[in-house]
């Protein structure tokens, strides 16, 4: 269950709680209740800087289960105002259900995510449970991003307080095209990944300026069909920009220079119709070249990739370019190239 909290209290108008487990003995039913050996806490939150400690906002404490319930927060911070040399300390009242009590005694049976545990108490006869945790210092928190925009494959979201960068997922069908992307701006785009007709949609999450650690939650973008003549139309393109730039020879070897002035990347290029290897250094590679497990053969003078072909050594390399295994080879080595 997920609520946001309700705060009622700071440090300054409440009483210090221990710093440990109480040791009192409670008047529990338990000959009726149940106990509650173990609760599990989310929390998130965000503040404004220089914002008045008790109006910075919600912080929001998420429960699992249906055994317990979380009721309220206390601020346990002294000061007026938020700042970003802060650690927010509050405490957590969480209720048990009806017909449970709570039978937290070790901190390990206390699972926190978003905040680092301090202390907790059982009030009430052991039907409340109060947990003290610290959430991460100010200075590392990042604002929660409100919405992002996908316009054919161009993504757009708002600048986010306390974010240095964005981490960026565009996908097709659920998945992720590209890898995870790290940028600047607050735009991307994914346009030369739309070449197959399906639905995409784009995930993008804010990551703080001074930690890199410290996260935002994915927010998703709308979804956009892409058909398969935009599909077509797209991998034309993407092969005219692949195809673009010079050859240059040096020392009998080959290079493609683009028109930045730099070489083409290491990996896989395919310029006007044919598919090259380029090795860490620029250089085209030729011969035979393994690639995920399998084997390629590429011109030894040229470099392109032979496809649906027997190689000079008498192998059948098939329409995909990958090596068939020695049966095959012999089936095909008639086949010319």
């Not at 409670?26 to 806490?41: E, T």
Request: net charge negative.
């Amino acid at each position: 269950m997920k609520t946001f909290g309700k705060k009622l209290m700071t440090a300054g108008m409440a009483l210090l709680f221990a710093a440990a487990f109480s040791n009192a003995v409670f008047a529990y039913d338990s000959d009726h209740d149940k106990a509650i050996r173990s609760v599990s806490l989310n929390v998130r939150g965000y503040f404004e800087l220089d914002s008045n400690m008790g109006e910075e906002g919600e912080i929001e404490v998420s429960t699992s289960g249906n055994k317990y319930d979380y009721d309220h927060y206390e601020i346990m911070n002294e000061g007026f105002k938020w700042t970003s040399e802060d650690t927010p300390d509050i405490k957590i009242y969480l209720t048990a259900s009806e017909g449970y009590y709570f039978r937290i005694t070790r901190a390990s049976q206390i699972k926190l995510t978003g905040a680092t545990y301090v202390s907790a108490a059982r009030e009430d006869e052991a039907y409340t449970l109060v947990v003290e945790v610290k959430l991460p210092s100010l200075a590392t928190q990042v604002a929660p991003l409100t919405e992002v925009k996908m316009e054919g494959g161009i993504v757009t979201w708002p600048e986010t307080a306390g974010a240095g960068s964005y981490e960026v997922k565009f996908m097709r069908n659920g998945t992720t095209l590209g890898g995870n992307q790290i940028v600047t701006g607050t735009t991307y785009d994914g346009t030369k990944y739309m070449t197959k007709a399906g639905s995409y949609h784009c995930k993008v999450r804010p990551i703080n300026k001074t930690d890199t650690s410290s996260v935002g939650l994915w927010v998703d973008s709308n979804p956009v069909s892409v058909g398969e003549e935009q599909a077509r139309l797209q991998r034309e393109a993407n092969e005219e920009e692949e195809s673009r730039g010079v050859w240059e020879e040096i020392n009998g070897r080959w290079r493609f220079i683009l028109p930045d002035g730099n070489v083409a990347p290491a990996g896989w290029r395919q310029i006007r119709d044919r598919w090259y290897v380029f090795d860490e250094n620029g250089f085209m590679r030729t011969g035979w070249y393994i690639d995920s497990g399998n084997w390629y053969y590429l011109d030894a003078k040229e470099g392109y990739m032979w496809r649906n072909a027997t190689t000079p050594d008498g192998y059948y390399v098939d329409i995909t370019g990958a090596m068939m295994d020695a049966e095959a080879s012999a089936s095909n080595a008639s086949k010319p190239k």
